[in-house]
């Protein structure tokens, strides 16, 4: 009786230190992606967005090479998923990234952050069309709700006036449509490839088409670069794309994906208080209720289900 209430007792003490272990990790998640907007903030500050965006890909791509050996995993596609890999690499790497950096040149880090966490509700859209799963009532209420508040946040910033800015709003919108897109096109066409053969040649494939890009169309002086920008480009590449993957891909495994899904609306409000603390801006009290109301309604969208017996 004793050993047994001795195996219990450390069977519970390892669960606890297990569910300490997650909730760490996942707030390192939440700073990891907060903070990532504003590194590519920093960065388009002396790099231009292709060579910015090509650059932190490049960074990261020998670091995915040494998981891909590590975990014993293949570098390549599967070759009758050729056509998804070139699509894969364009739509999901190669051209999201470039909008996002395009449109922070105009766009303050945390507003960023806000437009983008509404990729979670164009999967769910995108779902409903492409893979005909239901969507509920609330879930749409959810929806109209975020996107009214966005569009209210929008007009108290100003951005419809600014033709630049607006531009850079539109970017980074069609960039998070891009990758709700893709997340559903993945499950769809993809769901039997790892996930470090599909970020790893991608990435690399991206990093150069980026870079090479950059170097035609921009023609960068490099010598203009400063310091911040370039530890911010690193940060982005080490940090962001390769820590940040990994322990979310291992959260994936560990948590309930509908918790997990909440990284999406808590890292907006870390961004949003160290672009502010870093651009040296103050937000509007109309800002901050209309941003909780918008990252409301896209919560209530991830709420599960109740089920019919509870």
């Not at 983008?116 to 769910?124: E, G, K």
Request: glycine share 8%.
């Amino acid at each position: 009786m004793r050993s047994t209430t001795i195996v219990s007792s450390i069977r519970n003490r390892v669960l606890t230190g297990t569910s300490v272990v997650t909730g760490i990790l996942f707030l390192i998640v939440c700073l990891t992606w907060g903070t990532t907007w504003l590194g590519i903030k920093i960065a388009v500050e002396t790099i231009p967005p292709f060579t910015a965006a090509g650059a932190r890909f490049l960074v990261a791509f020998p670091l995915f090479l040494v998981f891909a050996k590590l975990m014993n995993e293949p570098v390549l596609f599967p070759r009758d998923k050729t056509i998804f890999f070139v699509f894969i690499t364009l739509a999901y790497f190669s051209l999201p990234y470039y909008l996002i950096s395009y449109g922070e040149q105009f766009v303050s880090s945390g507003l960023t952050s806000l437009i983008f966490s509404a990729m979670p509700v164009f999967i769910l859209i995108f779902s409903f069309i492409i893979l005909k799963e239901p969507m509920l009532m609330r879930q749409v209420a959810g929806i109209a709700v975020g996107f009214a508040s966005l569009l209210m946040i929008l007009h108290g910033e100003g951005i419809t006036v600014s033709a630049t800015a607006f531009s850079g709003v539109i970017a980074i919108l069609f960039a998070a449509i891009l990758h709700g897109f893709c997340y559903v096109l993945t499950r769809k066409l993809g769901s039997d490839i790892s996930v470090i053969t599909f970020n790893t040649l991608p990435i690399g494939v991206a990093g150069f088409l980026l870079f090479g890009t950059g170097c035609w169309l921009e023609s960068p002086n490099y010598t203009d670069v400063s310091n911040m920008s370039l530890m911010a480009t690193l940060y982005l590449g080490l940090i962001a794309s390769v820590g940040g993957f990994i322990v979310y891909f291992y959260l994936l495994k560990k948590m309930n994906p509908v918790t997990l899904s909440f990284v999406f609306i808590l890292f907006p409000v870390i961004a949003i208080i160290v672009g502010a603390a870093y651009e040296k801006q103050t937000l509007s009290e109309n800002f901050m209720i209309f941003a909780a109301t918008m990252l409301a309604g896209f919560a209530i969208t991830k709420m599960p289900e109740r089920s019919s017996d509870s």
